[in-house]
């Protein structure tokens, strides 16, 4: 798959918020995602992961949920921290092609 | 977790020298590497997939004379940018899947600077 380098859409969040970051994936034959955070001019991190037989999954602070029927994938941040700010991106199972990722800012 | 180590972090090169971008995997086999860049405050760009003792396989635009990439054992793959010049200043990522399972896992990136 071909990749296109896009300009990242901004989420601004106040400390302490929760915050929601939406992806959208366009092979409904993916049957696995995983979000990544990438902190400025550093490698993208692992965050958490979800299978298509699942359409929630929770890790520690951080919730996956994923809608099969309208391709749709989302991040939940508990009380966002100073240190959650990063582009996050996701990823399908080909594991070939990042949705454009969000920068999430979260201000003190 | 899985580490993937990417070296150099930075380079600074004159133009027209060739620049080599190591990503070895320390704890893991990686049948398949995959080799980004990145521009300013944009996502991902996928250069190319890098399969363990065959030729890689390059995305539409990027020149495989330009950028070679070599994936001689299941542990490591090289990246060379070629006579180097200024628009291929860049941040340059790499990426292993584990043959385990197929989760990817990330270098921490060369930022490449070409004078």
């Known amino acids: 798959g071909e990749s296109v380098g896009l300009h990242l859409p901004t989420l601004s969040v106040q400390e302490g918020d929760n915050s929601i970051i939406n992806c959208a994936y366009s092979?409904?034959?993916?049957?696995?995602f995983i979000w990544y955070k990438q902190e400025s001019g550093k490698g993208p991190q692992f965050i958490i992961d979800i299978r298509s037989n699942m359409d929630k999954r929770q890790g520690q602070r951080v919730t996956v949920l994923l809608n099969k029927t309208v391709k749709h994938l989302s991040l939940q941040i508990a009380a966002t921290q100073p240190g959650d700010s990063a582009v996050y991106f996701c990823?399908?199972?080909?594991?070939?092609?990042f949705g454009g990722g969000t920068r999430l800012m979260v201000k003190p | 977790g899985a580490v993937v180590s990417q070296h150099p972090s930075r380079v600074i090169c004159k133009s027209g020298t060739s620049v080599k971008i190591e990503c070895r995997s320390l704890d893991f086999q990686a049948t398949t590497m995959f080799w980004y860049r990145q521009f300013p405050k944009q996502s991902l760009m996928l250069m190319a997939t890098s399969n363990e003792g065959s030729k890689a396989t390059y995305e539409q635009g990027v020149e495989k004379d330009k950028f070679l990439i070599n994936h001689a054992s299941l542990t490591l793959s090289t990246l060379t940018v070629t006579s180097a010049h200024p628009e291929d200043s860049s941040f340059y990522i790499c990426?292993?899947?584990?043959?385990?399972?197929?989760?990817?896992?990330f270098g921490s990136g060369t930022q490449l600077s070409v004078l």
């Open positions: 990823a399908e199972s080909g594991m070939l092609t």
């Open positions: 092979n409904s034959a993916s049957d696995y």
């Open positions: 990426s292993a899947r584990d043959r385990e399972d197929e989760k990817l896992f």
